[in-house]
């Protein structure tokens, strides 16, 4: 006696958030049916193998059929053939496009296209992430690319708004959104020990200063029929960044800068020697990279520049968290007591961005 | 020129991409009704066209608006092709033809295609302008409303209970006219599609037809089926009710004025003989008196009977040229068939001692050793229905002849009611049923006297001749059914032999029911238990013990029912869903021979399916059947059985007797040891069950049942065994034998089989309930959580030396898995009920069962459930000195006639309570309701005839679809159980759909009738045809209702259900 044909069609779909999970993380049937097993429903129920398996083969089927919708979450609210309440809609859309940390450090700013996705088989390996699983979460972040990337408005929005997501999650996608559009480099080993979410707080401050959209909402020009978009970084602003260079080219602009600096903070830190010492470098560093913007290959690492130039070497004189508050902020302050320098806003447009990357950075 | 039908195409979205190199497409839609077709502009290039068309104006009869559907087909333009369909929606616009029902049809229809499944959707406004005519010969029946739900429904009031009405339309298949040609599947299986769909437009209008010659405005239970007969053709009958409804302004009106159920019988005089003019069904109105007209021989045609030489009288016409064209079988039968009829059945009688009596289910004491000469006596006894009872009183005498006035003129006195007016079921016989094999032929000549049609009237005469043989002139709960393979049909009707009160039967109700005197203390809730044969005369074997309830009439020990459980009927504890299960092989064999052989499986088979069944419900403690519904399905190679029913302990009926093991060689020890093992075992079970379903009835001493007065003394006695006090109940019973002679012989390795297979039961897990009638005795207070499904499953049998028993456990476990699989589903709703729980069993192929199983889950409140146990221990015990009491007073009671209005009737509070499905209990304990869909409005769906916790305001109409769906890339689509459940995702949906277009919310009284698969793996190719039906209705929460009027009374139409309330 084998069976053929088995199945189980509710008036109101039927969703069991756990062969959910089993289903998202890519397990086969066989492989979900033994965690289950393992997880000691059986046991619960009194059910048998048998009746697991069935149930499971159901809910894969059916999610099966809602994978078609969710790739477009709109459509899983709209469509007819599935009667589920909305809460649950709230939920199949979520944790489908909830992803692993691990699997989007492997593919944070690296170019959403097949190439990548060829690699999809290294992630697994690495990761322990089921390819399927792999698959999914690569495919939802080129899905939501591809929708996102040429419109107009605020990125946040503009998923939420088609992807249904929640705000946390739609925050994050903007990220990985912002980070594959300008391809940041963010897989050297150097930027190892950075999170996922350290990435997205740099993006998300990113978006918020440095893009198109940021100047379309400036109040001083309203009526801007600029491209409001989210997704490209201003170009405009990175080629004035040019000008900031005068900050380290000029020996007494930057000498003004670093008396300026260790006026105010001597006594405050505790490294304030090293800081003293190594002012200079810092501020070259922090002042070069905002310089070499303009070339979208220095677009790209501006993390692994970020974490060489000031992260390292304050870590490698213990500098506290706290002392690089400080020193940031009276850095960044500073400039404006220097009366040759003329570009005050690029500065804090450019720096009041920076500083809180670095802060965030910052950390082993 | 009756009609104006007006239809306007707004807009479409989610359509398919039909343009590869733009992904877009240009869609435009054609909207056909009879032969006018109309198109709207193509919207170009858009995947949400925005067509907002004029309005579509078609004038027609409104014999064209009863029959033909609303064609709506989306297609895509192709400047330098054949346009491409993309879909199709049918209309059925039946119910903007009545004027309470929906008045238009608006909103967004999946846009369907045979192939490809549903395609997006398409939004269509409907409107229908109807013109009266009072052209007295028109061929339309508009305004005669159709209801799929076996009761009257909610909101409405039963002026009149015509009676039977019913139809058949054949047409040829064009699925198998066209399958030598050259053509794509799909043209042929919408063609299909389409030809349904207007043959069941057409039967309703002729089912209307004649319900407007019965003066009635409504049919109730309706049920129409598809017969697929392959070659032969295409049949599409129904069957139902005609009513006179009245609409209910408040729920209150509903309560009858009236509540003993034969309190007005006497009040009616029999000479009042109905008009014939007004209760003639039909054309054939010339039977009138065939009633009587049978030979004592007839009645031997209960078995199931006719096979091959049937066939040779059936009409052999030549093949005339003949179109797809839809033809009318005339109703009335040709009788002249009774004669042959006679000589087979007379025949199959005596080549089988063994046959079992299987139309005397009322108390089927099924021994093994049923004699010839108790079938001669049950034939006399048939016969002698009418001349009344003596020991039964000359009340039954009256109520007999009273009824038989009102029933007998009419050609088939069937209801396919199962839920009735409080007050209408009088007496209950037991379940009749009729079973005949036909070979099929093409229907070669429309124009004779149609053999489809003679053979059901066949069957007909068959149930109502059982009926009279039980003493009843009506049969209740009835239905029909076909099983087809090849060449073969098993056709099968069956319902319950019933006494009703004629107060429903005919005109002057009010009249009647206002001057109405007692003339007999029925006690509520034990009176159709009550036996309507005549003690002396009894058609079968049977043990009588006076009533537990009331102690004066005499009641069966058993009672099989297809009908519902009575709302007023005295329940203990709570009732389980009854399988049996069988299947027997079958030598394959062609036309005749093959019809031979399965005419001579079906009585062992019955008697099969009835000992399994009987066993079990000793098993389980109980001693009622409701809802049996018997299915024999015939195969290449098997004949399967399965019965269902819903078990439940009746108060009026006596404790069921256990079941004994004897063995055939008692001398052997270890033998002995074996059988002692299993009957301490079966013992166990029964125990067990027994507090699983809370079935403790008050012990009885038998004094009490003995005499109306009661010693004092007996309170002391209220605890003696049960075994010891029916004992002494069946010495009272002098003229039969011991009613604890159940006797099981374990001689072979069959009934060692049997034995294994009735403990291999498993009950369901903690927090389950089942059943397959409407509600759950012992359980109100369900809260508003449902969720109606249907599972499907197919199993390949191993081919190799199968054996009756392993067929037997292949087909057990395949029930019994399925069950196991649902309730696992189901466990988030715990505590919950499966109602109405519904299998069909077919067999596609020669190695394929398919089991599928629509039912409805319903949660309920389990601390209320606490309470009302216990409750309901208290009162049992209350009861049992009540009773006593009540016994008491009962002199007194039979001078005053005050019993109905007894101020405190200890067992009436018993059953209210039980039987309310919406008692109040929901009120306080409801879960709060789910936010609304912010898109998509909730429908919901059940087999039910109400939805828990809420309030019918109003009925839109019956929703009768039916769909094809192919596929010729069924790997691709997830194999046969993907293929499936996607078709059934998608039914639900369209049936979801056009129930929200017509204004509705929930369709109640669903069913799914034929679910038809087919498959063929090697060519990746898969077919399947559903056919669905329900009543599109509008509910209210009774929460919101009761935030409208403070005043809201109990949604309900019980009788006195106030004043049990208050005990609880």
Not at chain 2, 250 to 278: G, R, Y
Request: net charge negative.
């Amino acid at each position: 006696m084998t069976s053929e044909l088995d199945i189980f069609v509710g008036n109101t779909t039927l969703i069991d958030e756990d062969v959910y999970r089993l289903w998202l993380d890519g397990y086969s049937v066989s492989d979900a049916v033994a965690l289950r097993v393992r997880s000691g429903i059986l046991e619960q129920t009194g059910a048998t193998a048998a009746v697991l398996q069935s149930d499971t083969m159901d809910h894969y089927r059916t999610f099966h059929m809602l994978e078609r919708l969710l790739h477009a979450p709109p459509k899983l609210l709209h469509q007819l053939i599935f009667q589920i309440p909305p809460s649950r809609q709230a939920l199949l859309i979520e944790r489908y496009y909830a992803f692993d940390e691990a699997f989007v450090r492997e593919v944070l700013g690296k170019k959403l296209s097949k190439g990548t996705k060829k690699d999809l088989d290294d992630i697994s390996t690495k990761t322990g992430i089921t390819l399927k699983s792999c698959r999914r979460q690569f495919d939802n972040f080129k899905r939501v690319f591809k929708v996102v990337e040429e419109m107009r408005g605020s990125l946040v929005d503009n998923i939420q708004q088609h992807f249904l997501l929640s705000d946390r999650l739609s925050r994050d996608y903007a990220a990985i959104v912002f980070f594959a559009n300008n391809r940041f480099e963010t897989g050297k080993k150097k930027l190892q020990y950075l999170s996922f979410g350290d990435f997205a707080f740099c993006a998300e401050l990113m978006i918020q200063n440095w893009t198109l959209g940021a100047v379309g909402e400036a109040p001083t020009d309203p009526d801007s029929q600029v491209d409001d978009m989210d997704v490209d970084l201003d170009k405009e602003f990175l080629q004035d960044l040019k000008e900031l260079k005068v900050l380290v080219a000029d020996k007494d602009l930057l000498d003004l800068h670093k008396s300026l600096v260790c006026t105010t903070l001597r006594g405050k830190l505790s490294i304030f020697s090293e800081m003293e010492a190594n002012f200079k470098n810092l501020s070259r560093g922090l002042v070069n990279v905002a310089a070499k913007l303009t070339h979208s290959k220095d677009v790209r690492d501006l993390f692994v520049d970020l974490v060489e130039k000031f992260v390292e070497p304050c870590r490698s004189d213990h500098w506290p968290l706290n002392d690089v508050r400080l020193f940031l902020n009276q850095y960044s302050a500073s400039v404006h007591s220097l009366d040759g320098f003329r570009h005050q806003a690029l500065w804090d447009r450019y720096m009041g961005t920076l500083r809180g990357c670095l802060l965030r950075l910052y950390h082993d | 020129m009756p009609g104006k039908l007006k239809v306007k195409i707004v807009a479409g979205r989610h359509l398919p991409v039909m343009d590869r190199a733009s992904d877009l497409t240009d869609a435009f839609v054609e909207v056909k009704f009879g032969n006018t077709t109309f198109k709207t502009d193509v919207y170009l290039k858009s995947l949400n066209p925005q067509w907002n068309s004029e309005w579509f104006k078609f004038e027609v009869d409104d014999e064209d608006l009863q029959d033909e559907p609303l064609q709506i087909t989306v297609l895509d333009h192709d400047t330098y092709s054949a346009n491409d369909a993309i879909g199709k929606v049918y209309i059925d616009i039946d119910p903007l033809l009545y004027s309470e029902a929906a008045t238009v049809i608006s909103g967004w229809f999946p846009i369907y295609d045979t192939i490809h499944g549903i395609r997006g959707e398409i939004n269509v406004i409907v409107k229908v302008d109807l013109f009266n005519d009072l052209n007295r010969f028109r061929q339309s029946s508009c305004g005669v409303k159709f209801f799929c739900t076996t009761s009257i429904p909610k909101c409405y009031r039963a002026v009149i209970i015509h009676g039977f009405v019913e139809e058949l339309v054949v047409n040829e298949d064009p699925e198998y006219q066209w399958i030598d040609r050259i053509r794509t599947p799909r043209a042929s299986n919408e063609a299909r599609q389409r030809l349904i769909s207007l043959m069941s437009g057409e039967l309703q209008r002729k089912i209307g037809l004649k319900v407007l010659e019965m003066r009635g405005n409504a049919v109730v239970g309706y049920l129409q089926c598809f017969d697929l007969e392959g070659e032969s053709g295409l049949v599409v009958r129904a069957i139902g009710t005609a009513c006179t409804l009245d609409k209910l302004s408040s729920p209150a009106a509903f309560l009858p004025a009236c509540n003993s159920p034969s309190k007005e019988m006497k009040e009616i005089p029999f000479n009042e003989d109905p008009n014939p003019n007004t209760h003639s069904s039909g054309p054939s109105t010339p039977l009138k008196n065939q009633t009587y007209s049978f030979s004592p021989s007839k009645s031997y045609s209960r078995q199931s009977s006719s096979s091959d030489t049937d066939l040779s009288l059936t009409p052999k016409t030549a093949p005339s040229p003949q179109g797809p064209r839809i033809y009318l079988c005339p109703s009335s039968p040709p009788l002249s068939c009774g004669s042959l009829h006679l000589k087979k059945s007379c025949l199959l009688l005596s080549d089988s001692s063994l046959a079992p009596h299987h139309c005397s289910l009322g108390s089927p004491v099924l021994r093994k050793s049923v004699s010839f000469s108790e079938e001669l006596f049950l034939a006399a006894s048939g016969m002698g229905s009418g001349s009344a009872g003596k020991e039964g009183g000359p009340f039954k005498a009256l109520l007999r002849q009273q009824t038989q006035s009102a029933l007998e003129q009419r050609e088939f006195p069937f209801f396919t009611l199962t839920v009735f007016p409080p007050g209408f079921l009088v007496h209950v016989g037991g379940v009749v049923s009729a079973r005949s094999v036909k070979l099929l032929d093409r229907i070669h000549n429309p124009d004779e006297p149609e053999t489809r049609d003679a053979w059901w009237a066949e069957i007909r005469q068959e149930i109502k001749s059982h009926a009279k043989a039980l003493g009843c002139h009506a049969v209740v709960g009835y239905s029909e059914s076909t099983s087809i393979c090849e060449e073969v049909c098993i056709l099968s009707a069956s319902g319950t032999a019933a006494v009703l009160n004629p107060r429903f039967l005919q005109d002057g109700t009010v009249e009647g029911c206002l001057e109405q005197r007692l003339e007999e203390n029925l006690p509520v809730g034990c009176g159709f238990c009550h036996i309507p044969y005549d003690e002396l005369n009894m058609p079968f074997p049977a043990h009588l013990t006076y009533c537990y309830n009331c102690r004066k009439q005499k009641v069966p020990d058993v009672l099989f029912t297809t009908i519902d459980l009575p709302t007023d009927a005295m329940v203990i504890g709570k009732g389980c869903l009854i399988q049996a299960r069988l299947c027997r092989l079958k030598k394959k064999a062609q036309a005749e021979a093959n019809a031979t052989a399965i005419s001579n499986l079906l009585p062992f088979m019955e008697y099969e399916v009835h000992t399994q069944l009987m066993n079990k419900l000793k098993l389980k403690g109980m001693n009622a059947l409701f809802g049996l519904r018997i299915q024999i399905t015939v195969g290449e190679n098997m004949l399967m059985g399965l019965a269902s029913a819903t078990g439940v302990y009746l108060a009026a009926l006596p404790a069921p007797g256990g079941i004994q093991i004897a063995g055939k060689t008692p001398n052997d020890g270890s033998y002995e040891q074996h059988i002692s093992h299993m009957q301490k075992k079966i013992n166990d079970t029964i125990a067990k069950n027994r507090e699983l379903y809370e079935i403790n009835p008050p012990e009885i001493s038998e004094e009490v049942i003995g005499s109306p007065i009661p010693e004092p003394r007996q309170r002391s006695r209220l605890l003696r065994s049960q075994s010891e006090s029916s004992d002494e109940v069946t010495e009272l019973d002098l003229s039969h034998g011991k009613k604890d002679a159940f006797v099981l012989e374990i001689d072979d390795t069959d009934a060692l089989e049997d034995v294994h297979s009735l403990l291999t039961d498993v009950p369901p897990p903690p927090g389950f309930y089942s059943c397959n009638t409407e509600i759950m005795p012992g359980i109100n207070n369900w809260t508003s959580e449902i969720q109606m499904f249907t599972s499907v499953r197919v199993i390949r049998l191993s081919s190799l030396n199968l054996t009756n028993q392993a067929l037997n456990k292949n087909f057990n476990d395949l029930c019994e898995n399925l069950l196991k699989s649902l309730y696992f589903k189901l466990r988030s709703m715990i505590p919950c009920c499966l109602c109405h729980v519904n299998f069909t069993v077919s067999l596609p192929e020669d190695e394929l069962i398919q089991v599928t199983v629509t039912a409805v889950a319903i949660t309920f409140d389990k601390n209320q459930a606490l309470q009302t146990t216990k409750a309901h221990i208290e009162k049992s015990l209350q009861r049992a000195s009540a009773d006593t009491e009540e016994l008491l007073q009962f002199p007194l009671e039979l001078c005053s006639d005050s019993l109905p209005s007894h101020p405190f009737p200890p067992a009436k509070a018993v059953t209210v309570e039980k039987a309310n499905p919406m008692g109040e209990g929901n009120f306080r304990n409801r879960s709060a309701p789910p936010c609304a869909s912010s898109t998509v409005g909730v429908v919901k769906m059940t087999p039910l005839s109400f939805i828990p916790g809420a309030k019918i305001t109003k009925y839109l109409g019956i929703i009768n679809m039916f769909f094809i769906r192919e596929t010729t890339s069924l790997r691709e689509e997830g194999g046969v159980s993907g293929f499936l459940h996607a078709f059934i995702a998608e039914v639900f949906a369209m049936v979801r759909a056009h129930v929200a277009a017509l204004g509705g919310n929930a369709v109640v009284s669903y069913i799914m009738k034929q679910c038809v698969f087919m498959e063929n793996p090697n060519k990746n190719q898969a077919q399947c045809l559903i056919n669905v039906s329900g009543d599109a209705v509008v509910f209210v929460r009774e929460s919101d209702l009761e935030v409208a009027s403070v005043q809201q009374p109990t949604a309900n139409c019980q009788p006195l259900c106030a004043g049990g309330e208050v005990t609880t």
